[in-house]
């Protein structure tokens, strides 16, 4: 099948030489839950989109296992979808990140949990690489090269699932009537099936679209830390607001400023002909310009 890869093994499985952390499962944390009949998609509702098919509620990690246990014996067709995610390690599972280190540069990112029964994470992006590492259960993941952008068929950009948009194409049965470019999509595709200790790198803003399979299912993953204040979807909001809508030569004009200061490759020297004590938001990155940023613009947004 075009863009899959085989199941190869790429981390040992370990055993935690105590049972402590999964035994001691306390601390409260954010589920979802959803309708078994709705195969596990974690979706809008509505013509309009008005809603989602899914709530929210807090409840101990211990309290979503037990419900796990009693809901395996449920036939699938009529089992709720459960699903507690991003629930960090050393906070939910003290002693976690001791007993399971990673031995590979993730820049301080902290472990955390996705724990949950035969759940479908909608196609989306993270802003940063992210390792992930399944523990129990089997999951597929579908991958989507940044450029694919406009042929994923993005849902709203300001009221999203659960952070960053999502696509509004199913890929377990995508509608190619509706979203037609879908298909050139999937000729980028590239597909993963991972099982207890297999693990998969997803370098950031790669779209991606995972699958878990079973009546118990744990992943375990990584993002790399970094400032989630200075977003450059944020930007990309922005210039809908203040480029998108101007006239034709308008915008080819401000396209060759952000060529200029954003995307060419000499771009970070583009305040270099000035002396360094006044080239301001042109300097170099720093704390300190990211703060001088930030004001500037909080200022220019407040203005009527």
């Not at 049972?19 to 013509?47: E, I, N, S, T, W």
């Not at 993005?154 to 890929?171: E, K, Q």
């Not at 970094?226 to 004009?253: C, I, Q, T």
Request: proline share 8%; aromatic share 10%.
């Amino acid at each position: 099948e075009p863009g899959q890869i085989r199941r190869r093994r790429a981390i040992a499985t370990r055993r935690s030489p105590d049972a402590g952390p999964v035994r001691d499962l306390a601390a409260q944390h954010d589920r979802r839950v959803a309708q078994g009949d709705l195969g596990g998609k974690f979706f809008y509702r509505g013509d309009n989109l008005e809603g989602f098919n899914f709530h929210r509620e807090k409840a101990p990690l211990g309290v979503l296992l037990s419900e796990l246990l009693r809901l395996s014996d449920v036939p699938e067709a009529e089992r709720h979808i459960l699903y507690a995610n991003a629930a960090t390690a050393p906070e939910h599972l003290p002693g976690w990140a001791a007993a399971n280190p990673l031995d590979l540069p993730m820049g301080g990112a902290t472990p955390r949990l996705w724990i949950g029964n035969g759940s479908q994470t909608a196609t989306h992006y993270d802003g940063s690489t992210n390792l992930a590492c399944v523990v129990a259960g089997e999951r597929r993941f579908t991958l989507f090269p940044p450029d694919q952008v406009g042929n994923l068929y993005l849902g709203p950009l300001d009221r999203t699932l659960a952070g960053p948009p999502s696509s509004m194409v199913d890929p377990l049965a995508p509608d190619l009537e509706q979203y037609p470019r879908y298909a050139e999509a999937l000729g980028h595709a590239v597909v993963a099936d991972l099982g207890p200790g297999d693990a998969i790198f997803i370098p950031a803003i790669w779209w991606h679209h995972v699958q878990a399979f079973g009546t118990l299912n744990v992943l375990c993953n990584y993002w790399r830390a970094y400032d989630s204040s200075v977003s450059a979807f944020h930007a990309v909001v922005h210039a809908m607001m203040a480029v998108r809508d101007l006239p034709a030569a308008e915008k080819a004009g401000w396209r060759a400023w952000f060529e200029h200061y954003v995307f060419a490759d000499e771009a970070t020297a583009a305040g270099d002909h000035l002396p360094a004590p006044a080239r301001g938001v042109l300097g170099p990155a720093s704390q300190d310009r990211t703060e001088r940023i930030r004001g500037y613009l909080l200022k220019s947004l407040q203005r009527r």
